[in-house]
């Protein structure tokens, strides 16, 4: 299940919402087999799971998150 974690992508087909409940379903299972995810760690995976035309989106998101740990 963790190499599916790793491996996880949205499909260009795919609407985002499905894409999210997929990934909340690989999370949960993973802690379910007592092999829980860090907030972070979830973070990176979901913005490396999504295509091309979301990288803008994924760029402010990760710059967000290194100013807010600078406060």
Request: glycine share 4%; aromatic share 4%.
């Given at each position: 299940m963790?190499?599916?974690?790793h491996?996880?992508?949205?499909?260009?087909?795919?609407?985002?919402a499905?894409?999210?409940?997929a990934?909340?379903e690989?999370?949960?299972?993973?802690?379910t087999l007592g092999e829980?995810v860090?907030?972070?760690?979830?973070?990176?995976?979901?913005?490396?799971?999504?295509?091309?035309?979301?990288?803008?989106?994924?760029s402010i998101?990760?710059?967000?998150?290194?100013?807010?740990d600078?406060a």
């Amino acid at each position: 299940m963790t190499r599916r974690l790793h491996e996880f992508k949205m499909d260009a087909e795919t609407a985002m919402a499905k894409h999210l409940d997929a990934f909340d379903e690989l999370v949960v299972g993973l802690q379910t087999l007592g092999e829980p995810v860090d907030e972070a760690r979830q973070l990176v995976v979901l913005l490396s799971s999504l295509p091309a035309e979301y990288e803008l989106i994924s760029s402010i998101s990760e710059n967000q998150i290194r100013v807010g740990d600078l406060a």
